[in-house]
């Protein structure tokens, strides 16, 4: 499972984003779908090419999740 946190990028002087974000940037043009609510996240080329190849090897193997559902998920499964 991949996990990807929207968070400043301190070496951009413009206060941009990295990781996943609701809507196009300049720099993530790459749609994902979260695996549990179905929004729609966009990442930069990198993260969608290692994204993409270990789906291609294992299509079950690499489900994206959003932050917000990861923290939900989280929780439900360390109360188990």
Known sequence: ???LKERPNPNDRLNALEG????K???NQYALHC???GET???DEDVYRRISSAVREDPAGIP???DD???TWGEED???
């Open 35 to 37: 695996e549990m609510c």
């Open 78 to 80: 360390r109360s188990h």
């Open 20 to 23: 996943p974000t609701k809507r």
């Open 41 to 43: 996240y966009y990442v």
């Open 1 to 3: 499972m991949k996990r």
């Open 25 to 27: 940037t300049r720099k």
């Open 69 to 71: 559902c990861w923290q």
């Open 64 to 66: 994206f999740y959003c």
